[in-house]
C-alpha cells in the first residue's frame, strides 16, 4: 500500500501562492459561549510525557455530528453543551450533567485525560468523563440527553487501566457499535511506583488503544449502575493515535499514530547479552592489534558506534572549539539528520546527513543527543543516544547501507559507508585519537586518506541549506490497520511500520466517501484517497490532487494546532492564539496541475476576547457548502465557508 504520486498531477513549474482577500464581516459570525469548555486535567504529581503534551495540543475540544447539524463540547462544570446550527445561528443546551469525580490519592496517580465526546449517530453519543467513565447518552426529538448505561474498565482485567479518551465511534454490524479508546500505559501497578520516578530510569511512554463493543439493543433500555467494559481487541504504540478511521467495506479499522499499533499477545525474544570474553576486539583483515600505532595513517571512520537492548549510542568527533548552536540534529523514526555548521577553516571532515535512513526504527522522542567538548583533548565527542524502537533487536549497521547513495552525509568521503561495531563502549572514546592524526597529516600538505584528496584544507563551502527547516513539517506516522474482530489483514503487512509524513487529516463532520490523507512529498502536500477493497481485496492509495508548495509554506508556521482538509478543494491550517495575540486561520487552496499560482485567504481567527481555539468541525448545509464551527475558550465562530 505506497504512496505511489501521480506524476500528471504534479506541477514543477508552481511558482507560489496569491492572496485571495476575504471580508471577514461576510464570512464570520462571533458567539458568546454560555460555559467554558474544561481544559485543566493536569495532576502536578505525575509528569507529563512529551507524547502526552503534544496529544493535549492535538485534542480537539468539539464533536461533530457527521449526519446531522449538531455538536457538543464538555464545559468546566463537567457538564454536555449541545449546539445545534438553525441555518447559521447556533443555539446551546446543556444536555446532561456529568457526575464530578472525587480527587484521591489514588485517582491522583495516573494523569486524567480532556473530556471526550464521539456521536454514532443523531440519536446516540459517547462520552467519556477523562476519569475513567464511559457514559452512553440517547439524545431525544427535544435535544435533552438521557442516560442509557455507564461503564468502565475493570481492574481484574485490566490491572494498568487509566483514565481514557474517546477517538471515535463506528457501527461494524447490525446488532454492534465498536468505540475507539486510547489510554496511557503504566508498567505496574505497585502504589509507590509515582513515589520513586529513578525505578524505571530507562522507561518510556506507551499507549493502549482499544476497541470497546456495545450491542446496539443495549443501548436503548436504561442500565442501573457501573457495568464493564466489553474489549474486543487492543494494540499498544510509542504514541496517541492522531487519527483514526472505519471502513465499513473492508471492516478495518485505520490507526494513524507516530510509531505502529502491534499485538501484545506474542512474547518478546530475551536480547542476547554477550560476556566478557566475547567484546574482545577481533582482529580484520591486514590488521595487527599487537602494534601499537599503524604506520601508514588512515582516514578514519567518521563516527564510532556501539549498542545495547534498548540503545545505539553514536559518536562524531569535533572540535572542541565547536559551539552548539552550530548543530542541526534532526530525529526521526526511520530517518536521521545531522549538520555542523563549519565556524572556522578546520581540516576536521564535518558529519553532514539529511535525513539518512536508518537501519531500523527508532522512538524520535525519546532520543536525544550531547555534545562533551571538555577535558584536554582538541577534539569533543558529540554523541547520538538512539532509542529503539524495537527493544531487543541487534542492528548489523546503523544506516540502511541499500539506501546510502540516497543519504550520503559528507561530500565524497562516504560517510554512509559501513562502519563496524564498537563493542567495547570504552573505545567510542578513541575514535578522536585516531581524528588528530589524520588532521596532523593533512596539515603537512599529505594525502593519507588514499583518495586523491590532494594537499591543504578541503572547500567546505557548500551554502546554507533549506532541507532542515522543512524537515520538521508534518507528523512522521505509520499507518496501523486493523480488522473489526482485531486481526490484521493480510495485505497490511507488506506496509507495515512504514513511515510517511502527515501534512493533514479531513475536517471533522464533513461527510466524504472513503478515507482521505495529506501526505508530505518533497515540498508538496499530495492528497491520497483509500480505494478499492470492496470485493474483499487490497485496497490502494491513489493520488487525486496536489497541494502545491504545502509543506514550504507550512514550513513558517510554528504555531498551528489544527491542519485539515476538506475534500480535493483546500487546506486548512489553524493557528491556536492566546488571549495576547489573535490567531490565523489560513486556507490553501488546492490548484490545477497548470497553474502557475493558487489562491490563499487569511482569516483571524481565536484569540484575544475570544481566547485561544480549542476545537474544530464542520456542519454542511448543503452537499459542498460546510459550515466552520471554531470552538474557542469564551465564543463560537461561525465561518460561512467559501471554498
Not at 549497521?397 to 563493542?423: C, K, M, R, Y
Not at 513511515?499 to 491520497?528: E, R
Amino acid at each position: 500500500m505506497a504512496f505511489n504520486p501521480d506524476r500528471s498531477l504534479l506541477n514543477p513549474k508552481f511558482e507560489g501562492y496569491k492572496l485571495d482577500p476575504i471580508s471577514e464581516e461576510d464570512v464570520l459570525a462571533h458567539h458568546p459561549l454560555p460555559s467554558k469548555p474544561t481544559q485543566a486535567t493536569i495532576s502536578g504529581k505525575v509528569p507529563l510525557s512529551f507524547q502526552e503534551v503534544q496529544s493535549r495540543i492535538r485534542h480537539n475540544h468539539l464533536s461533530v455530528c457527521p449526519n446531522a447539524n449538531q455538536a457538543v463540547y464538555i464545559d468546566n462544570e463537567m457538564r454536555v453543551v449541545s449546539i445545534s446550527m438553525d441555518g447559521v445561528m447556533p443555539s446551546f443546551r446543556v444536555i446532561y450533567e456529568l457526575p464530578v469525580s472525587m480527587q484521591t490519592s489514588l485517582s491522583d496517580a495516573h494523569q486524567r485525560e480532556y473530556p471526550s465526546a464521539a456521536y454514532l449517530n443523531a440519536d446516540t453519543l459517547f462520552v467519556s468523563d477523562g476519569h475513567g467513565l464511559l457514559f452512553i447518552l440517547g439524545i431525544s426529538a427535544h435535544g435533552q440527553g438521557e442516560l442509557r448505561g455507564t461503564y468502565q474498565l475493570l481492574k481484574d482485567v485490566f490491572p494498568t487501566a487509566s483514565p481514557f479518551r474517546i477517538h471515535s465511534s463506528s457501527q461494524t454490524s447490525e446488532d454492534t457499535t465498536l468505540v475507539i479508546l486510547s489510554m496511557k500505559h503504566y508498567e505496574t501497578t505497585n502504589d509507590d511506583v509515582h513515589d520513586q520516578p529513578s525505578a524505571h530510569k530507562r522507561s518510556h511512554a506507551r499507549f493502549d488503544v482499544l476497541a470497546a463493543a456495545f450491542k446496539l439493543p443495549s443501548l436503548v433500555s436504561p442500565s442501573d449502575g457501573i457495568l464493564a467494559l466489553d474489549i474486543v481487541w487492543y494494540r499498544r504504540g510509542e504514541d496517541v493515535p492522531l487519527y483514526t478511521a472505519y471502513h465499513a467495506n473492508l471492516k478495518t479499522f485505520l490507526l494513524v499514530g507516530g510509531s505502529p499499533y502491534q499485538r501484545i499477545d506474542t512474547t518478546p525474544q530475551n536480547p542476547y547479552e554477550p560476556s566478557p570474553d566475547e567484546m574482545a576486539p577481533i582482529p580484520r583483515q591486514g590488521e595487527n592489534l599487537d602494534e601499537s600505532e599503524t604506520p601508514n595513517i588512515q582516514k578514519p571512520p567518521p563516527y564510532a558506534w556501539t549498542q545495547d537492548s534498548e540503545e545505539l549510542t553514536v559518536a562524531f568527533p569535533l572540535p572542541a572549539t565547536t559551539p552548539k548552536s552550530a548543530f542541526n540534529i534532526l530525529f526521526s523514526p526511520q530517518t536521521l539528520t545531522v549538520l555542523v555548521r563549519a565556524e572556522s577553516m578546520d581540516l576536521t571532515p564535518l558529519p553532514r546527513y539529511s535525513a539518512a535512513r536508518l537501519w531500523g526504527g527508532i522512538s524520535p522522542t525519546s532520543s536525544f543527543w550531547t555534545w562533551d567538548a571538555q577535558g584536554t583533548s582538541v577534539y569533543g565527542l558529540l554523541t547520538l543516544h538512539l532509542e529503539k524502537q524495537h527493544a531487543g533487536t541487534r542492528w548489523p549497521h546503523v544506516f540502511d547501507t541499500a539506501a546510502a547513495a540516497q543519504s550520503a552525509g559528507a561530500g565524497a568521503t562516504g560517510d554512509t559507508a559501513d562502519v563496524p561495531e564498537t563493542l567495547d563502549p570504552s573505545e567510542l572514546y578513541a575514535i578522536r585519537e585516531s581524528l588528530e592524526k589524520y588532521t596532523a597529516g593533512l596539515r603537512e600538505g599529505r594525502d593519507v586518506s588514499g583518495l586523491g584528496l590532494g594537499s591543504g584544507v578541503p572547500s567546505l563551502a557548500e551554502g546554507e541549506l533549506d532541507d532542515e527547516a522543512d524537515a520538521a513539517v508534518g507528523f512522521p506516522a505509520c499507518l496501523t490497520w486493523v480488522n473489526a474482530d482485531g486481526s490484521a489483514p493480510p495485505w497490511a503487512r507488506e506496509s507495515e511500520g512504514e513511515v510517511v509524513n502527515i501534512l493533514s487529516t479531513p475536517l471533522p463532520g464533513v461527510q466524504a466517501v472513503g478515507i482521505s490523507l495529506a501526505v508530505k512529498s518533497t515540498v508538496d502536500g499530495l492528497l491520497y484517497s483509500l480505494l478499492g477493497g470492496e470485493d474483499g481485496g487490497a485496497p490502494g492509495w491513489k493520488h487525486t490532487s496536489t497541494l502545491s508548495a504545502l509543506a514550504f509554506v507550512l514550513a513558517s508556521k510554528r504555531d498551528t494546532r489544527f491542519i485539515h482538509h476538506i475534500s480535493s478543494k483546500a487546506v486548512l491550517a489553524f493557528e491556536g492564539g492566546s488571549s495576547d495575540y489573535s490567531g490565523n486561520l489560513y486556507i490553501y487552496r488546492v490548484n490545477s496541475p497548470k497553474d502557475t499560482w493558487a489562491k490563499q485567504a487569511i482569516l483571524h481567527i481565536g484569540g484575544g476576547a475570544a481566547g485561544p481555539l480549542l476545537g474544530v468541525g464542520a456542519m454542511e448545509r448543503s452537499p459542498g457548502h460546510p459550515l466552520i464551527l471554531c470552538l474557542c475558550e469564551s465564543e463560537m465562530i461561525v465561518l460561512r465557508a467559501t471554498l
